[in-house]
């Protein structure tokens, strides 16, 4: 049974499953309620230096950019209703592969179009973020966010990153204002909107 993380917890992925290479990153959600216009969640990661910030734009993985310049961070699609059970965006990473240069992988999701929406996370339930052995579809640790958000439209669901020879996660829960560009602008994203 996967180990269930608290907000700022932090778990050894090295420890918990020695010889992990392959991990999935699934992210879930549901629509509690909304302002009738559609509720679309978009995943995306950060590639994060010893800077705090991405190396290049290349190293920001999203629906636009599916996958990572050295091929070890692969995002498998958009989806854009959220619709059934289980994950509604993954994000594949071959550990092997990340660059050395690279210390986290931060998780995020942001809501499209949120403030022409009038959208936001208080109107977002049963949020979670998952990792999975890729190669043996044993899920390794799960954290639930709580449902105590209201006017944030990006969150940090959560991060994987390397410390001392060992691949980590942390579940962050950090919501912020700004969606999207918010986001990027936190991680050195030149973007525009």
Known sequence: MALSLSKGGNISLSKTDPGLEKILIGLGWSERATSGADCDLDASVFMVGETGKVRSDRDFIFYRQLTSPDGSVVHT??????????????????????????????????????????????????????????????????????????VETAMEFGEVHHHSGEWKFRAIGQGYSGGLMAMCQRYGINATA
């Open 77 to 150: 699609g958009d989806n854009r209703t959220g619709e059934g059970d289980g994950d509604d965006e993954a994000i594949e990473v071959d550990l092997d592969k990340a660059p050395a240069d690279v210390q986290k992988l931060v998780v995020t999701v942001t809501i499209h179009e949120a403030e022409k929406n009038g959208l936001n996370f208080g109107m977002v339930s049963d949020a979670f973020i998952r990792v999975v052995n890729n190669e043996t579809g044993t899920e390794v640790v799960r954290y639930a966010l709580p449902e105590d958000y209201g």
